[in-house]
């Protein structure tokens, strides 16, 4: 378990959308402008990253959000999505580092070769103490070879894109460690297409399907004119009259025969346990009172008595 006094944030959040324009260095500083925000059919795209030291060790994960994403956008994205999945394939103890910079220009130039001038120059660098270790650089010419143990950080990513004359980046960002058969992803954060983009009018599109597909629940009036085209108006006007008085008098019949059968259990009771005691005797009424000016003092407002002289409770 990671004790919160042993992280420290070393760069800390930086997140760039249009508004300030897009900076794909690691040491980009966050600029005091407002985040371009998306509408709907309006698309926004926002990087996010963040470096992290644990005890002795950095981490770096950075993430592209993609709001409302043109067709050409969310193409671009599962291209670099891609490649970033090339590049971890290469990652093992005893491969160059520069073989990672050709996993990711063959993918690219194999699915949109275009794109290769837009991709980032610096695909990581090793990690430790320090946030980027200059010999563990990953591009095209470092031939240093990965070795077990050591912490990379690998981060791909495509600048100066345009769709429709909107400038844009996109990124990718994990940190992980070289084992000995392969690596290890620390940071696990999601990062597939369909986990980072997001459609800021589905959620009222999903309402307005669900209130167009929805049955309608007809209303009263509906069921009335109903009945009235089947029977006739002046039928069911009467028959409705007539339900509703049976309704009513057979709710009255019924309350009157429960409140009757309650006071015959009562007095029953009370004869037997106070009245009878085994003489025969029946009692003619359950109160313990002949009138209220025999109450008890204490029976005030609205609080409970126990009256002991009169068996009875208040």
Request: charged share 30%.
């Amino acid at each position: 378990k990671l004790d919160e006094n042993d992280v420290e944030v070393v760069l800390p959040p930086v997140i760039q959308s249009a508004n300030g324009g897009f900076d794909l260095k690691y040491t980009a500083q966050v600029k005091d402008q407002p985040l371009f925000l998306p509408d709907t059919g309006v698309p926004a795209i926002h990087v996010a990253s963040i470096t992290l030291r644990y005890k002795f060790c950095s981490c770096t994960v950075a993430r592209t959000l993609l709001f409302n994403a043109r067709k050409d956008q969310t193409e671009n994205y599962k291209i670099l999505f891609t490649a970033f999945e090339a590049c971890l394939e290469v990652i093992k103890p005893g491969v160059a580092l520069n073989k990672v910079y050709e996993a990711a220009t063959k993918h690219i130039k194999d699915n949109k070769s275009e794109l290769l001038g837009h991709l980032h120059k610096e695909l990581g660098w090793g990690m430790g103490y320090e946030i980027r270790e200059k010999r563990l650089v990953l591009d095209e010419k470092n031939k240093h070879k990965f070795h077990a143990g050591q912490v990379f950080c690998l981060r791909l990513g495509l600048e100066n894109l345009e769709s429709k004359g909107k400038p844009y980046s996109l990124i990718i960002a994990d940190s992980l460690v070289v084992t000995e058969s392969g690596h290890e992803v620390i940071t696990t954060t999601p990062k597939k297409h369909s986990k980072v983009s997001w459609n800021v009018s589905d959620e009222a599109e999903e309402e307005e399907t669900k209130d167009k597909n929805a049955k309608k629940k007809p209303s009263e009036a509906e069921i009335k004119r109903a009945m009235e085209d089947k029977f006739g108006g002046d039928k069911t006007r009467k028959l409705t009259e007539n339900e509703e008085a049976d309704r009513q008098k057979m709710f009255e019949e019924r309350n009157k025969e429960l409140a009757a059968r309650r006071v015959e259990e009562q007095r029953k009771r009370f004869n037997k346990e106070i009245g009878g005691g085994g003489t025969g005797k029946a009692l003619s009424h359950v109160s313990g009172y002949n009138a209220p000016t025999e109450f008890p003092n204490k029976a005030t407002g609205m609080n409970l008595c126990v009256d002991d002289s009169s068996n009875s409770v208040l």
